[in-house]
Every structure is written in structure tokens, then in C-alpha cells.
């Protein structure tokens, strides 16, 4: 039987057949839907559950694996960054049951605040690491990764890209195979890294990586297609699939496994055709590592370092380096690109409150990871600084007391993103005596991955209802002595609130209360519409960026637009109503 499944569906049914028992991730686009096929599908199987950040799902992971449960954490890559602390000496440790890690890299950063390239992580923690080129792969290589980290007692990184993730493919499918592994065995030596033992651990893993390279050479992972041997290409993940199409008659060898290289087979391969090239995205893992092992290659000449490949690219640079014909045959040529949309806050965000009055009070606003980050584009244009997660309550910190800006700053951070990596900023601003005021835009949801839920929101991955954090509470616990709740909906309470915090020399939290319009479920009151008897096209109501608002295409006696409000998209939140300053926005009654 076959399925029609994305690479994140087919990894979570491969999770699925070959007997993973323990699923742990935070929610980050391009991995989300991972562990929510898990959650709805086979949950009378695996036992799966969003972790308040990354390092806490891998950590988890690490204690079911060591329990004996076949595990796995996901995350996006940059996930991978907050989850590094344990993994570098997991590498140590090694496992119990089988361990694997997803790392979803981000090429052209469709979702993502860089395109690092997390093949790295492998080298640096001496770990396997798999990629996968097809949804029937990401499945399989589930399967591979088990074998290899039950054999080798070692994590696995399997590394998706974006196109991996979401492109969908047909995919084999099988019965959930049973695996069978005792509970937690007390070992100290193995698992308890004080200095002495972890001394004895490095050895190990320096023997298991050579074990590895030995594997690496004889695994059908790694494979060599013959063609033309003028050419050879060494490629993998979504590259060789771009690779078989811009050239399809070279010879190729396609790594499966990008950690550790079998480097004896490239030397063969080598030996064997005419010109070699190395086809990856972003960074010339494997090309550095080839060359630096003595063999002729070109890559980074011809294939470009920034943003995700496609055909046309990687035929390019083959015309470039002379292997192929100048032109790209018809049948072959991209379709006329669509049109893009610009990324804006939904109609009706209850973010668009909280920018709206933070340009008034004309602060400078250190931002972080979540839909508000949107606030940073026109025509809101309010956030400042973005950086990582947890970040914007670091960087206000460090502004304030470097003591050479005179604006006010205020940072503000999401609610999954506060119990993500915020909790510990707060905390230091507290015992450091900063005089900043914090927003916490309480959506009561994950919004910008899709609406999961976190530990604030009553209810887990897996369907149960479960205590919630409260977030006054823990401001209040953490020592501050300044905790507010506002109606984002409401502008002059909002306004009138921010005003006095900002003024107080000490911390101060201010949480929203307004739900995200679309998560659990859409919220939607009357819409409004515009009175064009008292409207007199000043603009006002462009300013506050909601995309029900737009040209009609008229324009007043002085040649200035008029607006207009889509009813179909208004959720009637009333902002805009608020800032216009002649009462030309009303509801609409028709």
C-alpha cells in the first residue's frame, strides 16, 4: 500500500512503524507537523508531548531513551542551538533504546531568522547524521537511524530541509514493528559526566566515530548511480533531487548519510569520472571535508552558499562550469512567479493594539520570536531588535543599562515564547535592578507555528486538560512587584497602563489578555465598514496595517484615497475605529 505524505508525515509514520515510543518537541515551522501526526494518529501507540523549549524535549527524550523507549526529539534548526548543552555530551553518554534527534533546517529562511546549516552539529558532537532526499526516505531512514543508534550507542541526527518537510511524495507503507528494550539499568561510568568518567566516554566516542566511518563505506545509505562518467556529482537531501534534474546523465553519488563521509568511496568515484563536482545546500560541509582529503572538487564556485536551490540554479552553475549547454530546454523552464504576500498581522491580532500604542509613547521596542515580530514592517514599524528567542527581555536589559539611549525601552515576548526562554531574562532583570517594562502578549496559544498549545493554555498535545501556568503569578513569583493585565482591544487602557509602567524606575510586566483570532478556534463579531460622509481620507486607518483595510479605488476632492474594509476578513476588533479621528468606521449592519 501507498501513501501520498510529506516528509514530516512519513517520518512520523516511520516513527510509527519501527516501534518509537517517546515524541518530545517544541512547535518551530518547518517541523511542526511532526509531532502533531503523532498526536492524531497514532496515539494509542506513542506517547507525545510539546516541551516548553527545546532543551527540555531533548532531555526528556534522553531519560525515555535511557528507560527504554525508542525516542525521538524535534526541532527547527535554530531549536537545535537551545538544545546543544545536553546533546554535546549526550554524544558521551551514548543511549539506551534508540535515540533520534530532527534537526528541520531552514534554506532561504521562509520561517526562520537564519539558514545556519546543522550537518556542523554532527561533526562537532561526533554523531551520524542522515538526510534524506524524498518523503519515501524520511520514512525509511527512520527505520536506519534506529539500527545505527542502537548498534553504535549513539543519538542520530536525521536533517530535513523545508522542501523535504513539506513536499509530498508516495510513500511504502508497513505494519508498526514491536521493539522490545529493558527499563533503566543503573550504569554511573555511562551516565553520570563528572570529569573522570567523561574522560573514559570522549575515548569511546573517538572509537565509535572510526566505527562509523567503517559503516559509512559499506551502507546503501550511501549510493553511486552510474551514467555518463564525464561527469560526477557527490550530492544529497533535496540537491540531488535538483541534481537528477539539471543533469541527468551525470554519475552521481548520493550521500544519505552526510556524517561521517565514506571517503573511500568518494575516492573511487573520483577515480572514475572526469570532472567532480559537490552539489549542497547552504555550506560546503561535504566539500570541505573532500578536499581537505586530498580529492579535486568544485562546489561554492558554481553553486551558491545563500538560500535554498532549485533546478534552474543548480543547472546554472553546470552551464557555468561548462559541463552542459547554455539554455534551459522548455519543457524545463519555471513558471512566471506569483505574486507575493507581504507577511502581515491577521485582521483582527490582538498584537496590532499593543504596536499601535507603543508608537504613540514613541519607545524603542526590543522584540522576539512570534507573530508580533511582524510589528518590526509598515506601516506599524515599531520592533526594534530581533534576535532569538527570549532575547528581547536581554537586549532591553542591556540597552537600558548601557545608559546612553534616552528613549524608553520596552520589550515584549510572546507567552509560549516567555515560558520558552524568557522566565530566566525576567529573572535577571529583577536581580539586577533593571527599569523596564516587559509585555507579554498572552494569545493563550503557539499562534505563529499553527496554534499548538503550551503550558499556559490548559490543555496538552495529546488532547488532556492540565494545570496552567499562570503568568501574573510567575512574574509575581520571580519578584515582580508590577504586574498588569490589559485589553489590547482597548487602546486608552492600554495606552494609559504602558504610560505609568514605563515612567516606574523598576521592572514592570504588562500581560494582554485578548486570545489569537484564529486559534483554538476563529473569532469573528460584527465587521465594520467605512462611512464616506465623514471620512476624509486622512490615512489614519492604513497606519494600524490590518489587511481588511485597502484602497476602494476612489479618492476624495483633494485626490487622497479612500479606504475600504473587506467585510469578509474584518473581525470587528475595532482598532481601526478607534483611530480614526472623524468616527467614519461603524458597524456594518447590512
Excluded at 539554455?327 to 490582538?350: F, N, Q
Aim: proline fraction near 6%.
Amino acid at each position: 500500500m501507498e501513501m501520498l505524505l510529506s516528509g514530516n508525515e512519513a517520518l512520523a509514520r516511520g516513527f510509527y512503524e519501527y516501534g518509537g515510543e517517546f515524541a518530545s518537541a517544541y512547535p518551530g515551522t518547518p517541523s511542526t507537523e511532526i509531532l502533531q501526526v503523532m498526536a492524531n494518529f497514532f496515539k494509542e501507540d506513542i506517547y507525545s508531548e510539546w516541551a516548553p523549549n527545546e532543551k527540555v524535549a531533548l532531555e526528556t527524550v534522553v531519560g525515555a531513551s535511557y528507560g527504554g523507549a525508542r525516542s525521538i526529539a524535534v526541532m527547527k534548526h535554530v531549536g537545535l542551538n537551545v538544545a546543544a548543552d545536553p546533546l554535546l555530551t549526550l554524544s558521551y553518554t551514548g543511549v539506551g533504546a534508540g535515540l533520534i534527534i530532527i534537526s528541520a533546517d531552514d534554506p532561504s529562511m521562509h520561517s526562520s531568522q537564519n539558514e545556519q546549516d546543522n550537518r556542523y552539529y554532527g561533526k562537532l558532537a561526533s554523531i551520524p547524521i542522515l538526510e534524506p532526499s524524498d518523503s519515501q526516505e524520511a520514512k525509511d531512514f527512520v527505520r536506519d537511524a534506529f539500527e545505527i543508534s542502537e548498534k553504535f550507542d549513539t543519538p542520530v541526527i536525521i536533517r530535513l530541509t523545508t522542501r523535504i518537510s513539506h513536499s509530498k511524495g508516495l510513500v511504502r507503507i508497513g505494519k508498526r514493528e514491536t521493539v522490545v528494550h529493558p527499563g533503566f539499568e543503573r550504569n554511573v561510568e555511562k551516565y553520570v559526566m563528572v570529569p573522570a568518567y567523561a574522560i573514559k566516554r570522549h575515548a569511546i566516542v573517538i572509537e565509535r566515530l572510526e566505527k562509523l566511518k567503517e559503516y559509512a563505506e559499506e551502507t546503501n545509505i550511501n549510493k553511486i548511480i552510474w551514467n555518463d562518467k564525464k561527469v560526477g556529482v557527490i550530492t544529497g537531501s533535496i540537491a540531488y533531487q535538483h541534481t537528477r534534474d539539471a543533469l541527468p546523465q551525470a554519475s552521481v553519488l548520493k550521500l544519505g548519510m552526510g556524517y561521517p563521509l565514506p571517503m573511500n568511496k568518494i575516492k573511487k568515484f573520483a577515480s572514475e569520472v572526469d570532472h567532480l563536482f559537490v552539489v549542497e545546500e547552504l555550506e560546503p560541509f561535504y566539500e570541505e571535508q573532500i578536499k581537505g582529503a586530498g580529492i579535486e572538487i568544485e562546489g561554492k564556485k558554481y553553486f551558491p552558499s545563500l538560500l535554498e536551490l532549485n533546478v534552474d540554479i543548480v543547472r546554472k552553475g553546470f552551464v557555468d562550469a561548462g559541463v552542459m549547454e547554455t539554455g534551459i530546454p522548455d519543457s524545463a523552464k519555471t513558471e512566471e512567479a506569483i505574486l507575493p504576500r507581504p507577511p502581515v498581522l491577521c485582521p483582527g491580532c490582538p498584537h496590532r493594539g499593543i504596536m499601535v500604542t507603543l508608537r504613540k509613547l514613541k519607545v524603542f521596542t526590543t522584540g522576539d520570536i512570534g507573530c508580533y515580530t511582524l510589528g518590526a514592517l509598515p506601516p506599524l514599524s515599531q520592533i526594534d531588535t530581533c534576535l532569538c528567542m527570549g532575547a528581547s527581555i536581554g537586549h532591553a536589559i542591556g540597552i537600558e543599562k548601557a545608559g546612553k539611549t534616552k528613549k524608553k525601552i520596552v520589550a515584549i515576548i510572546g507567552d509560549s515564547t516567555f515560558l520558552h526562554s524568557g522566565i530566566t531574562s525576567l529573572a535577571s532583570a529583577v536581580y539586577n535592578k533593571s527599569s523596564i517594562t516587559v509585555i507579554i502578549a498572552d494569545n493563550r496559544i503557539t499562534a505563529m507555528t499553527g496554534g499548538q498549545d503550551n503550558p499556559a493554555t490548559s490543555k496538552t498535545l495529546m488532547g488532556e486538560d492540565t494545570n496552567a501556568i499562570d503568568l501574573p503569578d510567575l512574574c509575581k513569583a520571580l519578584g515582580v512587584e508590577h504586574v498588569k493585565t490589559v485589553d489590547p482591544y482597548n487602546l486608552d487602557e492600554t495606552y494609559d497602563t504602558l504610560r505609568e509602567e514605563i515612567d516606574r524606575d523598576a521592572v514592570s510586566v504588562v500581560i494582554t489578555n485578548r486570545p489569537c483570532v484564529l486559534f483554538p478556534k476563529k473569532i469573528k463579531d460584527k465587521p465594520l465598514k467605512i462611512d464616506t460622509d465623514k471620512c476624509i481620507a486622512c490615512g489614519i486607518c492604513f497606519s494600524v496595517g490590518c489587511p481588511a483595510i485597502f484602497g476602494s479605488g476612489a479618492t476624495n476632492d483633494k485626490g487622497k484615497s479612500i479606504p475600504t474594509i473587506d467585510p469578509a476578513m474584518c473581525t470587528g476588533c475595532g482598532i481601526c475605529a478607534k483611530v480614526c479621528p472623524t468616527g467614519a468606521i461603524i458597524e456594518d449592519e447590512s
